[in-house]
């Protein structure tokens, strides 16, 4: 069966104009600041949604049904289109001179890594600052999850977008109808969003700087407004601690913050992936706190210092790196790979974890972790009992053999992607602690890495080529590899 292409540019089309109207708002912000480039997000605004109306107009007769083809197509190019036009307000305004440089930290966004090239982040424009974190925040839960929500007013259904915008298992719906788990999807990250912009501004954030970093937190993005990450707010340790707390949720399952809202607590409870999500999270903080207690200097908090002093810093340092890392939020309170030389490998092992299922985070994620764990610990009782079926078994239930298959074919895919992109940056000239770290870090969407790419330093300094690869790494780890590479699979191309 041929693929359906006017289907495919009609949709297109309808997200540059989702883009071109979040363009206008961060026009608006800039506009409110008078930040002096106004004019060139709204330009910018305009060239892209006018490329969205000529692309759905041209496309207005088509097949109204999504295959599961076209789905992937759709998502893999409209990650790219949407980073294609994102990076117009950067180049308009002059922001970020350079294609390469704009391509780059607009696929970041997208991505929600939040790897930046931007060597001052707080001389930019206040209207591109929030136009950086909007990217995120479109990225974060999925535009393509956006535009199911808006497809049934066009008479298209979008339940292939939603499998190819989220593969892998833990594949909860909320509702029977794909659109309304979009809606509801989207109405719990919209709302955790405002409930952290509001404690933040109570904590003692200027609004502008509270929207932005709630913006960033709960996609799990990391871009900040200030050079300094969240270490410019190190003397104010309760607007990091109210900053852990979103990472940590925006981290989760958000199936499981619906249940939560719905008085369904034991159902959070109970669930196999966020029990296992907390305890690991936990350990690795006390590991972590009694180390840099120990071992390692971090700026004393002043948050009743007679009572917690040190005590409480490197507990707060320890629980916010271990949760940044962990949910690939990216954001820094002091540079974790100076501490000591145990915690950057343990830092680095953890950008292989990944937050929950069904959250904004990136990485391999807790769900695989668990069953590949499990279908490697039956393996010795299958051998021992060579004619036992003795399948894996995940919150109670049976898991069908062909998704642990595809579990330890993601497992080998991502670990060869790793090793292929580390090497691809160590030709173009990175350090061996670069090369792995920018490789671990991009393709995870974790954002800071070690070496020359460390948390106090930026991407600005690898070569164009190495920007380009990087993007790519960004790309299929956030779209969790299959998604892109089944587009290289001959396969997929030939008629059915």
């Keep these: 069966m041929a693929l359906n292409f006017r289907i495919i540019f009609h949709l297109m089309g309808l997200l540059l104009l989702c883009n071109g109207g979040f363009m206008v708002l961060a026009a608006i912000v800039s506009g409110i600041y008078e930040d002096g480039v106004t004019l060139d997000i709204a330009l910018a605004a305009i060239v892209t949604m006018l490329l969205g109306m000529l692309s759905m107009f041209y496309t207005r007769e088509h097949d109204k049904e999504v295959k599961r083809r076209e789905g992937y197509i759709i998502v893999t190019f409209g990650w790219l289109v949407m980073s294609a036009s994102g990076m117009l307000p950067y180049l308009f305004s002059e922001s970020i001179p350079g294609v390469t440089n704009a391509f780059f930290e607009t696929i970041s966004g997208y991505t929600t890594t939040g790897a930046s090239i931007v060597d001052d982040i707080e001389a930019l424009p206040k209207g591109i600052l929030f136009w950086r974190s909007l990217t995120h925040w479109i990225g974060g839960m999925g535009i393509i999850v956006l535009a199911i929500a808006i497809l049934p007013l066009l008479g298209i259904g979008g339940m292939q977008l939603f499998a190819a915008e ?23 990250y919209f709302a955790y969003t405002v409930a952290e912009t509001i404690l933040l501004k109570l904590a003692g954030m200027n609004f502008f700087d509270a929207i932005n970093h709630s913006l960033a937190t709960l996609s799990t993005g990391g871009f900040s407004t200030k050079n300094d990450s969240m270490a410019y707010w190190n003397d104010q340790p309760l607007i990091q601690y109210i900053v852990i707390l979103f990472m940590f949720l925006a981290g989760s399952n958000f199936v499981l913050s619906y249940y939560a809202f ?48 040190e005590a ?133 969407n974790v954002g800071p890495a070690f070496g020359d790419l460390n948390p106090v330093s930026n991407y600005n300094s690898l070569p164009s080529l190495g920007k380009w690869w990087c993007g790519i790494l960004m790309l299929l780890g956030r779209l969790e590899l299959f998604t892109v590479l089944i587009l290289f699979s001959p396969h997929f191309w030939k008629r059915t």
């Design 262 to 309: 719905k008085g369904k607590v034991q159902k959070v409870i109970k669930d196999e992936e966020f029990k296992f999500y907390a305890i690991f999270t936990g350990c690795f903080v006390v590991l972590a706190a009694v180390v840099i207690y120990l071992k390692a200097n971090v700026p004393v908090s002043e948050f009743h210092p007679m009572v917690f002093g």
């Design 166 to 188: 989220a593969p892998g298992p833990g594949g909860d719906k909320l509702h029977p109808r794909i659109t309304d788990t979009a809606k509801r999807l989207w109405l719990i």
């Design 312 to 444: 409480e810093s490197a507990f707060r340092h320890a629980l916010f790196q271990v949760v940044s890392v962990i949910t690939t939020t990216g954001f820094v309170t002091a540079d974790f790979t100076s501490w000591t030389p145990f915690l950057t490998i343990l830092f680095f092992i953890l950008m292989f974890l990944g937050g929950s299922s069904g959250s904004t985070s990136g990485g391999i994620k807790v769900m695989r972790h668990i069953l590949i764990i499990k279908n490697g610990l039956l393996e010795f009782k299958r051998t021992m009992h060579t004619n036992a079926i003795i399948p894996v078994r995940y919150n109670n239930k049976t898991v069908q053999e062909h998704i642990v298959y595809n579990i330890i074919g993601f497992l080998v895919l991502y670990m060869l992607l790793f090793v292929v992109g580390s090497l691809v940056l160590g030709a173009l000239g990175l350090d061996f602690v670069s090369a792995i770290g920018g490789a671990a870090s991009s393709l995870g």
